[in-house]
């Protein structure tokens, strides 16, 4: 479909059937749909309010229940999918699909008619998109939130007739009060394009990819783990990774291996970075760029007996207090050794007493009018060793600045993510009481819990970054209310 095309799509005599599903799950592969709401207008008319339930043919979770309404109850001698498809195909043809969040359910359909061999082929447009494209002064673009924005009545909230109408009411007010040519040049902006994905991959993985940011991992043959990635926005980052257009040889080579995509999604960028850290160091995927040194980063520690010297100690043999005297992290030991070695010079240091350098007498550089002399008695080793921690105090590793174990709410667009994090360690990420609590209660000895430099030097650009934390210590066993 060019621009014209989308453009006429969009017009407003142009059929339109607004939609909403409820499901019992996130996953259009795994899950099914438990109700259908559709609202058809033609040519600027309401022709038809439409819903039904749907036996899912599988258990409706209590969280779902809970939700909606819906109950395995309820939806017992209810009509399976396969009983409908028929009925439902033709209420969407010849129509512009619209719905909010529009992949979600326009990815659930295309799963259920492909269950029954036909195939769903019709223009989408995504609310969330256009609301977004209209609205950019608002952060938060959810139904509830266009909801209260524009003042819409929802006599069904989480009910699929119910919230196809708050999008038929939606549609109207946009009509009314947006300027024509700036409304179909948004709804040109929000429809849903066609994925050039690799063959090999199943066709509808393209409505099932997501909007929101998050981390994906790309599998090959007999599920290799091949690659590990983070994006801002799921789908177009994965769609440009393995699209033929593709520029990288890495990713051309993606493209010809992989076989299956997952994918988890976060409230923003903090909780994709921390997944992704978790994701590459528990996985070794082969397309990631490995560690020089498997066994771990390194940092350097002055010694505490006077001596002068300091150390390279390997961050995997430190404890969590041990970590305040250190400074700097390394990939290797010869970095670490390199990084003192220059940090000598630029501060008129010993290299011998360093013990970077192995001398008889005094060292090179204090031949050289370089050193002050603290290999020779010239300098005292208190006052070197005072200068040593003075030229290294730009690498000391920071304190962790808060009492012992928190949660650390991140706000995302429509989400909020608490990420569970002790002394640096990044334990995981809740969305309910039951996760964070099971998270929470991890055992402090746990060798995942040990010092991680990725999670560091993200944890430490998040905080620099963010003077405004929401974080709450683990003390209290209730912390999402």
Same mark, same amino acid.
């Given at each position: 479909?060019?621009?014209?095309?989308?453009?006429?799509?969009?017009?407003?005599?142009?059929?339109?059937?607004?939609?909403?599903?409820?499901?019992?799950?996130?996953?259009?592969?795994?899950?099914?749909?438990?109700?259908?709401?559709?609202?058809?207008?033609?040519?600027?008319?309401?022709?038809?309010?439409?819903?039904?339930?749907?036996?899912?043919?599988?258990?409706?979770?209590?969280?779902?229940?809970?939700?909606?309404?819906?109950?395995?109850?309820?939806?017992?001698?209810?009509?399976?999918?396969?009983?409908?498809?028929?009925?439902?195909?033709?209420?969407?043809?010849?129509?512009?699909?619209?719905?909010?969040?529009?992949?979600?359910?326009?990815?659930?359909?295309?799963?259920?008619?492909?269950?029954?061999?036909?195939?769903?082929?019709?223009?989408?447009?995504?609310?969330?998109?256009?609301?977004?494209?209209?609205?950019?002064?608002?952060?938060?673009?959810?139904?509830?939130?266009?909801?209260?924005?524009?003042?819409?009545?929802?006599?069904?909230?989480?009910?699929?007739?119910?919230?196809?109408?708050?999008?038929?009411?939606?549609?109207?007010?946009?009509?009314?009060?947006?300027?024509?040519?700036?409304?179909?040049?948004?709804?040109?902006?929000?429809?849903?394009?066609?994925?050039?994905?690799?063959?090999?991959?199943?066709?509808?993985?393209?409505?099932?990819?997501?909007?929101?940011?998050?981390?994906?991992?790309?599998?090959? &043959?007999?599920? !290799? #783990?091949?690659?590990? =990635? $983070? @994006?801002? %926005? /799921?789908?177009?980052?994965?769609?440009?990774?393995?699209?033929?257009?593709?520029?990288?040889?890495?990713?051309?080579?993606?493209?010809?291996?992989?076989?299956?995509?997952?994918?988890?999604?976060?409230?923003?960028?903090?909780?994709?970075?921390?997944?992704?850290?978790?994701?590459?160091?528990?996985?070794?995927?082969?397309?990631?760029?490995?560690?020089?040194?498997?066994?771990?980063?390194?940092?350097?520690?002055?010694?505490?007996?006077?001596?002068?010297?300091?150390?390279?100690?390997?961050?995997?043999?430190?404890?969590?207090?041990?970590?305040?005297?250190?400074?700097?992290?390394?990939?290797?030991?010869?970095? &670490?050794?390199? !990084? #003192?070695?220059?940090? =000598? $010079? @630029?501060? %008129? /240091?010993?290299?011998?007493?360093?013990?970077?350098?192995?001398?008889?007498?005094?060292?090179?550089?204090?031949?050289?009018?370089?050193?002050?002399?603290?290999?020779?008695?010239?300098?005292?080793?208190?006052?070197?060793?005072?200068?040593?921690?003075?030229?290294?105090?730009?690498?000391?590793?920071?304190?962790?600045?808060?009492?012992?174990?928190?949660?650390?709410?991140?706000?995302?667009?429509?989400?909020?993510?608490?990420?569970?994090?002790?002394?640096?360690?990044?334990?995981?990420?809740?969305?309910?009481?039951?996760?964070?609590?099971?998270?929470?209660?991890?055992?402090?000895?746990?060798?995942?819990?040990?010092?991680?430099?990725?999670?560091?030097?993200?944890?430490?650009?998040?905080?620099?970054?963010?003077?405004?934390?929401?974080?709450?210590?683990?003390?209290?066993?209730?912390?999402?209310?």
């Amino acid at each position: 479909m060019d621009a014209a095309d989308i453009e006429s799509a969009a017009a407003p005599a142009q059929n339109l059937v607004f939609v909403d599903l409820e499901t019992n799950g996130a996953s259009p592969a795994q899950h099914r749909i438990i109700e259908v709401g559709l609202v058809r207008v033609e040519n600027g008319v309401l022709v038809e309010q439409w819903s039904t339930l749907v036996n899912p043919e599988s258990a409706i979770p209590p969280y779902i229940e809970a939700f909606t309404g819906i109950s395995n109850e309820m939806v017992k001698d209810a009509p399976r999918f396969a009983d409908i498809a028929a009925d439902v195909f033709g209420k969407l043809s010849d129509a512009v699909f619209v719905a909010h969040n529009a992949r979600f359910d326009h990815g659930f359909l295309h799963r259920e008619f492909l269950r029954v061999n036909m195939s769903l082929s019709v223009p989408v447009l995504c609310t969330v998109k256009l609301s977004r494209r209209l609205f950019p002064q608002y952060v938060r673009h959810n139904l509830d939130a266009i909801i209260e924005r524009h003042g819409i009545n929802c006599s069904a909230r989480h009910r699929a007739l119910g919230d196809a109408l708050v999008l038929h009411e939606l549609w109207q007010q946009l009509e009314a009060q947006v300027e024509p040519q700036r409304l179909a040049a948004a709804v040109a902006q929000s429809m849903l394009g066609v994925a050039n994905l690799p063959p090999q991959l199943p066709p509808e993985l393209a409505d099932e990819l997501p909007e929101n940011p998050g981390v994906y991992r790309f599998f090959g &043959a007999d599920d !290799a #783990l091949l690659f590990v =990635g $983070r @994006a801002n %926005a /799921l789908r177009a980052r994965i769609i440009a990774q393995l699209g033929p257009q593709s520029a990288s040889p890495r990713d051309r080579a993606l493209r010809l291996e992989v076989r299956r995509v997952d994918w988890c999604e976060t409230a923003g960028e903090l909780g994709s970075l921390l997944r992704e850290a978790q994701l590459i160091r528990e996985g070794k995927p082969r397309y990631n760029r490995r560690r020089k040194d498997e066994t771990g980063s390194v940092t350097l520690r002055p010694r505490a007996d006077g001596s002068g010297r300091v150390d390279t100690s390997r961050l995997d043999d430190l404890e969590a207090h041990e970590l305040e005297e250190c400074f700097g992290i390394f990939r290797t030991e010869k970095d &670490a050794v390199k !990084a #003192l070695r220059e940090l =000598g $010079r @630029a501060h %008129a /240091l010993c290299l011998k007493v360093l013990k970077v350098e192995e001398a008889e007498g005094s060292c090179l550089a204090f031949s050289m009018g370089k050193c002050r002399g603290a290999c020779v008695g010239k300098e005292p080793l208190v006052l070197h060793d005072v200068r040593a921690r003075m030229a290294l105090s730009a690498l000391k590793i920071k304190r962790w600045p808060f009492p012992a174990r928190i949660a650390l709410r991140e706000h995302g667009r429509d989400s909020v993510d608490i990420h569970v994090l002790d002394r640096w360690a990044y334990l995981g990420t809740a969305r309910s009481e039951q996760e964070l609590a099971q998270i929470a209660s991890r055992d402090p000895a746990d060798g995942a819990l040990a010092f991680d430099a990725d999670v560091y030097k993200i944890l430490v650009r998040y905080f620099s970054n963010h003077g405004k934390l929401d974080w709450q210590a683990l003390r209290e066993p209730t912390l999402l209310t």
